[in-house]
């Protein structure tokens, strides 16, 4: 794979991972792993090639929000946990297929994401 920054990522919808590379085309080192949450089978993270496009502070939803927001595919993107508006948590499960499509992160895990580079290569398996 190719990446217009020195970062790649991989995320595994079976082991529940994503996989931080660094280097280049053919010369990939990996560097983080983080344990995550890739879509249902209802609403499934699209499998493909993509980039990260842009970020965004929070989602906000009835009844609770999402934050540190790397988009790499349409409203597809890495985000943070589930917190309820008084800034606890709503939901922090990872380790298992529950989202509506994006990479939900723990806090510390996802600000690692969000501070990689724009135009990181996203690698969706």
Request: charge should be positive; aromatic fraction near 18%.
């Given at each position: 794979y190719t990446s217009e920054t020195k970062y790649l990522t991989w995320i595994s919808c079976?082991?529940?991972r994503v996989f931080v590379f660094e280097g280049s085309k053919g010369n990939w080192k990996l560097i983080k792993t983080f344990l995550v949450s890739t879509g249902d089978n209802d609403t499934?993270?699209?499998i493909g090639t993509y980039r990260t496009e842009y970020h965004v502070n929070?989602?906000?939803y009835d009844e609770f929000y999402v934050n540190k927001i790397t988009v790499f595919h349409g409203g597809h993107a890495f985000h943070s946990i589930l917190y309820k508006y008084n800034g606890s948590i709503y939901n922090d499960r990872v380790?298992?297929?529950l989202s509506h499509g994006?990479?939900?992160?723990?806090?510390n895990d996802v600000n690692y994401i969000y501070n990689l580079p724009l135009h990181t290569r996203v690698v969706v398996y």
């Amino acid at each position: 794979y190719t990446s217009e920054t020195k970062y790649l990522t991989w995320i595994s919808c079976y082991t529940q991972r994503v996989f931080v590379f660094e280097g280049s085309k053919g010369n990939w080192k990996l560097i983080k792993t983080f344990l995550v949450s890739t879509g249902d089978n209802d609403t499934p993270t699209p499998i493909g090639t993509y980039r990260t496009e842009y970020h965004v502070n929070q989602w906000n939803y009835d009844e609770f929000y999402v934050n540190k927001i790397t988009v790499f595919h349409g409203g597809h993107a890495f985000h943070s946990i589930l917190y309820k508006y008084n800034g606890s948590i709503y939901n922090d499960r990872v380790g298992v297929s529950l989202s509506h499509g994006c990479i939900r992160m723990l806090p510390n895990d996802v600000n690692y994401i969000y501070n990689l580079p724009l135009h990181t290569r996203v690698v969706v398996y």
